[in-house]
């Protein structure tokens, strides 16, 4: 149980285009999703935290105008990534949480390729 | 802020050997530690959290308030478990995620 899809895997865009990644909870309802960008031998980094049906909480130094986060559901949140410029090119991870635990669990990642 | 540190990038072993991945947090309060492992090609999961105290995969790691440090243990290193290694910190209420910069293990045999 508790698996968490991200579509797409792998995604290549022309700058200046927007790209919308989904991220859903598969077998469980997630009241907070998490959604972090990893650059190559990095660590994750934490963009965002959204709640279902309230606006996502934005790490400073994460445009928001940019990084359009939706939580509509208890199952789905979408990034959406505007206006996209080389980069943005990274892999960006949703995590889902329930409640009232505090683990999280991680999809496999969309690596975003502006070119 | 909240902040962890993982003072080793990159730690080999040879296979039976002990290993200790360090880790070492800074906050004020009483913080939720985590470590997460990710092995080649999958993604990243849960291995171990301080609040259940227990042993995965012959792991154990122990909030040392005093030195605010959750160092990652096993007694006999195995080839498997070369991986990415990531400690990280919650708060009380769930929020503010932080992941230390990870360490890469290397079991060698």
């Known amino acids: 149980g508790a698996v968490v899809s991200q579509h797409p895997s792998w995604v290549i865009c022309k700058s200046g285009t927007s790209v919308k990644i989904e991220c859903r909870s598969l077998d469980f309802q997630a009241t907070t999703m998490f959604w972090y960008r990893q650059f190559p031998k990095q660590s994750l980094m934490l963009m965002a935290t959204?709640?279902?049906?309230?606006?996502?909480?934005?790490e400073q130094g994460v445009e928001k105008d940019k990084f359009l986060i939706n939580h509509a559901s208890l199952t789905l949140s979408t990034l959406t990534v505007t206006s996209a410029h080389p980069e943005d090119s990274s892999f960006y991870i949703c995590s889902a949480r329930t409640s009232p635990t505090y683990e999280q669990y991680f999809g496999p990642g969309t690596r975003l390729t502006v070119t | 802020a909240q902040r962890v540190t993982q003072p080793e990038k990159l730690l080999s072993v040879f296979k039976g050997a002990p290993v200790e991945l360090k880790c070492n947090y800074s906050y004020s309060g009483s913080p939720e530690l985590f470590w997460y492992v990710q092995y080649s090609r999958q993604r990243l999961q849960l291995l171990l959290r301080?609040?259940s105290r227990e042993s995965i995969k012959g792991f154990t790691a122990d909030l040392n308030k005093g030195e605010t440090s959750f160092h990652l243990k096993k007694p006999f290193a195995q080839e498997e478990d070369s991986a990415m290694y990531y400690c990280?910190?919650?708060?009380?209420?769930?929020?503010?995620?932080?992941f230390g910069p990870g360490t890469r293990l290397s079991v060698l045999p």
């Open positions: 990280a910190l919650s708060l009380r209420d769930g929020q503010n995620f932080v």
């Open positions: 959204s709640n279902e049906g309230s606006k996502a909480t934005y």
């Open positions: 301080h609040i």
